[in-house]
């Protein structure tokens, strides 16, 4: 079986400041590794994934995460924050074979202010 | 390409009674996901629906139920509502071929309130 924890509850920022989110997890199998993104009122959009590979990915609006199998983790940061990225984002992990479940850690609140 | 639609938007229902929450997904996707979004309790699976199948699900009792149509839409049926049933279900489809279907697409959720 899979788990997901998610560090940090809430992250406040001031805008332009960098960010880390911080996603640990745990498995006896290989695995995919995901961060979503949910705006307010909205369902989850995919931010970035790890299929396999290399171990740095990216995002288009500036996001990366780096999966650290050693330290089973996969944190995600971005150098320069915009208001715009205030929302919750959730760290997923599934099995390393399609049509399995994904589990969801329990979010982290990333409000930015100017 | 349209994405994964979910009806109703919102749905309001008194304990008791049942719900019916129903997820069309993105063409092509053979698998359906349900999850719920309760507050305080984060995202959890629910069910997994590929090719008309029940394939698997998650921990929640009987009265949580689905269904896969021939054309990959799904139904979760919802008996017997208690209060703690209120919550955002979420929809999510994806092709099931291998790494390219670990990726799953989420539709916008069904608010249920239980009165």
């Known amino acids: 079986a899979q788990s997901v924890t998610q560090l940090d509850s809430q992250v406040p920022v001031f805008e332009e400041a960098p960010v880390e989110l911080r996603c640990n997890y745990s498995s006896s199998v290989s695995v995919y590794l995901f961060w979503y993104v949910q705006y307010p009122n909205q369902g989850l959009q995919l931010l970035l994934k790890y299929l396999s590979g290399s171990t740095l990915v990216e995002s288009i609006n500036g996001f990366e995460a780096e999966f650290n199998k050693s330290q089973t983790s996969f944190h995600l940061r971005k150098p320069s924050v915009h208001i715009s990225d205030t929302a919750e984002y959730f760290c997923a992990v599934s099995a390393n074979q399609a049509g399995t479940a994904l589990i969801f850690g329990k979010g982290t609140t990333l409000s930015v202010s100017s | 390409e349209a994405g994964v639609t979910q009806s109703p938007t919102h749905l309001i229902k008194t304990r008791g009674q049942q719900a019916t929450l129903r997820c069309s997904p993105i063409s092509g996707h053979t698998s359906v996901y349900w999850y719920q979004q309760a507050l305080g309790l984060g995202l959890q699976f629910l069910l997994w629906?590929?090719?008309?199948?029940?394939?698997n699900r998650g921990n929640f009792p009987p009265r949580f139920s689905g269904r896969q149509f021939p054309n990959y839409s799904s139904e979760l049926n919802v008996n017997a509502l208690e209060l703690e049933d209120s919550a955002l279900y979420l929809c999510?489809?994806?092709?099931?071929?291998?790494?390219?279907?670990?990726?799953?697409?989420f539709g916008p959720g069904t608010r249920l309130t239980v009165l």
């Open positions: 999510a489809s994806s092709l099931y071929k291998g790494a390219s279907g670990a990726e799953q697409f």
């Open positions: 629906y590929d090719e008309g199948e029940e394939r």
